[in-house]
């Protein structure tokens, strides 16, 4: 079973910027990976996802302001948020290998003043 750890979330103002981390184990390193959130009250999204290449895709709601990257030799997998904004705020989750079922446990990121 492949296990998968979230890490970085907390507390910033809007305009501030956080590094998300998720540290995976298994043979994990050549699969796609992505990054999701889910508000209160609201389903799951996508946010972004990198293939094993680095090649990334990115939602509209995040594209320019976050990036996705990742260390195969590490099994990480990272999210740098910059320009955050209130919407922003929500659990995020990381989901490797991506499409699978297999989730961290999330991490809180919350953006308010």
């Known amino acids: 079973q492949v296990q998968l750890v979230e890490s970085g979330g907390g507390l910033v103002q809007p305009g501030g910027s956080l590094r998300l981390s998720c540290a995976g184990s298994?043979?994990?390193?050549?699969?796609?990976m992505g990054w999701y959130r889910q508000a209160p009250g609201k389903q799951r999204e996508w946010v972004a996802h990198?293939?094993?290449?680095?090649?990334?895709e990115y939602g509209g709601s995040v594209k320019g302001r976050f990036t996705i990257s990742r260390d195969n030799a590490k099994k990480m997998g990272y999210l740098q948020m910059n320009s955050l904004k209130p919407e922003d705020t929500a659990v995020y989750y990381c989901?490797?290998?991506?499409?699978?079922?297999?989730w961290g446990q999330g991490t809180q990121v919350t953006v308010s003043s």
């Open positions: 989901n490797w290998p991506l499409g699978s079922n297999n």
């Open positions: 990198i293939l094993y290449s680095g090649s990334t």
């Open positions: 298994g043979n994990i390193s050549i699969y796609a």
